[in-house]
């Protein structure tokens, strides 16, 4: 059974870094499309970065954060940095299925506080 497992989350001062990382376990074939997303309580859950065909970020990351991958460790990164109280959130990975028709995954979520 597949499962991704994020890592990196914590309490950090306005200004500081932290990198997340999302591992998928179980998985028989390598995750190509990853993304980051957060969400704060109340509100609706925010597309943070992407990678894989496509590297993007939210406009509110630009400059600050970095997406990656590791293909040989199934492993997505997010490098933040500058970071600000309103980066507080809780940060999920996502990994689009590479077959068609199945349910894609998700993280359980860690936890990111940036105090002022």
């Known amino acids: 059974q597949v499962q991704l497992v994020e890592s990196g989350g914590g309490l950090v001062q306005a200004g500081g870094s932290l990198r997340l990382s999302c591992a998928a376990s179980?998985?028989?074939?390598?995750?190509n499309d990853w993304a980051w997303h957060r969400q704060v309580p109340g509100k609706q859950r925010e597309l943070v970065a992407t990678v894989g065909s496509l590297t993007t970020y939210a406009d509110s990351v630009k400059g600050r954060f970095t997406i990656s991958k590791e293909n040989g460790r199934n492993t997505v990164y997010l490098q933040m940095t500058s970071l600000k109280p309103e980066d507080t959130a809780v940060y999920y990975c996502?990994?689009?299925?590479?077959?068609?028709?199945?349910?894609?995954?998700w993280g359980q979520g860690t936890q990111v506080t940036v105090s002022s």
């Open positions: 996502y990994a689009k299925n590479p077959y068609r028709g199945y349910p894609d995954f």
């Open positions: 179980g998985a028989l074939f390598t995750f």
